[in-house]
């Protein structure tokens, strides 16, 4: 094992009882998460997950072979993940039922997003689960330094870092004793990002500004943007971007004569494959911006300096990385 496995593995983890290196994880097995304290008295052998980022790290994890089905996808899963992907149920590509979840009989429920199965679970609550022997995992990085209770997607009480979704690797290694391959995908994933900030830090982006489009409800309501804490301003803050948005929800709503006014100089974009909004099609995205008469004044739009990301680059996932890469790599090519 290289030192630098050794000095991950020993960092630590939010767990009840020691674990030394890489030795096989000891149950039963006690874990914090959430505000909720989780037994597991072996690897779960059954396990829905309600949201990608949840899915993609147990796929990274290799335990494809424990899962009963996924639900709430916002694009392809990653080819290296389709072996797997292949062999589970897609229980539904947006929000599951309860019912169609418990179903399942899951040992584990894991989700990316506390709203899925948090206090006011549009899915269920973690009580609901736990009552009927299914234990819940919640991505740290939708409920450490967020609170999910204010605004549509909660606000951030303290500004997002990369370490929230490393921490979440850590657990689940933990939890189906993999933690090898935890570390190594964690040591990949910090390598990368140093590596794309140190491209942007070249750049000297000091004087560059962005506004981030997600989707929106109906085109002719406010768009869903990036809030100043959440994942997609660690990306801009992480290359010295400045997000225009003042905002500490996570994708408030905000007016295009708002946006047009900061007059961002880039608009970075989600694509995406969901289909909830007509928004959420990046075509009718780059339509709207060139044919609005507010928008279509904005420099960004006019010298069309926008910058495509994946909408799962834009959130707590293993593909923020990719995202940081990308935007680095757009800020390269921009038409001055």
């Avoid at 994890?61 to 639900?71: E, F, I, P, S």
């Avoid at 389709?82 to 019912?99: L, T």
């Avoid at 689940?172 to 990368?192: C, H, K, N, P």
């Avoid at 289909?275 to 004044?297: C, G, H, N, W, Y």
């Amino acid at each position: 094992m290289t030192n630098r496995l050794f000095c991950l593995l020993a960092a630590g983890f939010s767990l009840v009882g020691t674990l030394t290196h890489a030795e096989a994880t000891r149950y039963p097995l006690t874990i914090d998460n959430c505000g909720f304290s989780l037994e597991f008295a072996a690897a779960p052998k059954n396990v829905v997950t309600i949201g990608q980022s949840s899915t993609e790290v147990l796929y990274a994890l290799g335990v494809g072979d424990h899962m009963a089905g996924t639900a709430l996808w916002f694009t392809a899963v990653l080819p290296e993940f389709k072996a797997q992907n292949d062999k589970v149920e897609r229980i539904n590509d947006n929000m599951p039922s309860f019912e169609s979840v418990i179903n399942k009989r899951p040992e584990l429920v894991a989700t990316q997003f506390e709203w899925m199965i948090g206090e006011q679970g549009v899915v269920g609550t973690r009580p609901q689960f736990h009552e009927l022997g299914a234990n819940t995992f919640i991505m740290p990085a939708d409920c450490e330094g967020k609170n999910n209770l204010v605004g549509a997607d909660g606000t951030r009480t303290a500004a997002f870092r990369s370490e929230l979704v490393h921490k979440g690797i850590q657990q689940l290694g933990v939890i189906f004793d993999r933690q090898d391959r935890a570390a190594e995908l964690i040591a990949s994933l910090r390598e990368r990002e140093a590596e794309a900030v140190k491209r942007a830090q070249a750049l000297n982006l000091a004087d560059v500004s962005a506004a981030v489009w997600f989707s929106s409800a109906d085109l002719e309501l406010d768009p869903y943007v990036a809030g100043q804490k959440g994942i997609p301003a660690y990306l801009l803050t992480s290359l010295g971007i400045r997000n225009v948005v003042e905002s500490d929800e996570e994708w408030p709503t905000v007016g295009w004569e708002t946006i047009a006014r900061a007059n961002p100089s880039v608009l970075v974009l989600a694509k995406m494959d969901r289909r909830r909004f007509v928004a959420d099609d990046i075509e009718e995205k780059l339509k709207f911006l060139k044919s609005d008469p507010v928008t279509s004044q904005m420099d960004a739009v006019k010298n069309e300096r926008f910058i495509i990301l994946d909408a799962h680059e834009m959130q707590a996932t293993i593909r923020l990385v990719t995202g940081l890469e990308k935007l680095t790599d757009g800020m390269e090519n921009l038409p001055k």
